[in-house]
């Protein structure tokens, strides 16, 4: 995959995979926000921070019940972006949350409505964001719900 990074609207970007993923989520009755303000960038590649966020949804889709809800949104500091996806899902065992990002494990679990994984998705989505210079991390409660963190630097314009 060709690395490159360019000016993105995240708000758009966020728009699209909501765009995508739609059907899944009214299927289960799940709402679906996007939250990310329209003046918020990030500099990034573009198919593969999509590709990350598409992932994130779809998962937190997967493993909500039936009239839950998921959303996308940020935070930004004087030095970060943050773009965080959260849902009220059956959330994750601390134990499980260790193997989540290790393609070794090959670590799948079952959705609400029995959707199957490959357990590959989220160590790509670890690759992608620290390609982009970023972080991914994790916190859930069992029963509550999860949030994954997508932690990028802030960029005063285009950089090389």
């Known amino acids: ?12 970007l966020a728009y699209e995979v909501v765009d995508l993923v739609k059907d899944i989520a009214e299927q289960k009755g799940i709402s679906v926000q996007n939250t990310i ?8 590649d573009k ?20 009239g839950g809800f998921v959303e996308i949104s940020s935070k930004l500091t ?6 965080l996806v959260t849902d009220n899902g ?19 679990t079952k959705g609400t409505n029995e959707e199957k994984g490959t357990g590959l998705g989220l160590s790509l989505c670890k690759e992608f964001v620290e390609k982009n210079n970023g972080t991914i991390s994790v ?7 999860t949030m994954f963190c997508l932690r990028f630097p802030k960029y005063c314009g285009e950089r090389e």
């Open 78 to 83: 004087d030095t970060e972006v943050f773009i």
């Open 47 to 66: 198919e593969m921070i999509k590709t990350v966020l598409r992932n994130l949804v779809s998962n937190a889709i997967k493993f909500t019940d039936n």
């Open 1 to 12: 995959i060709v690395f490159r990074p360019q000016n993105l609207n995240l708000h758009e």
């Open 90 to 108: 059956v959330g994750i065992s601390a134990d499980d949350i260790g193997k989540l990002f290790d393609i070794s494990s090959n670590f799948s």
């Open 37 to 44: 303000p329209n003046t918020l960038n990030v500099y990034a």
């Open 139 to 145: 916190e859930s409660v069992p029963g509550t719900g």
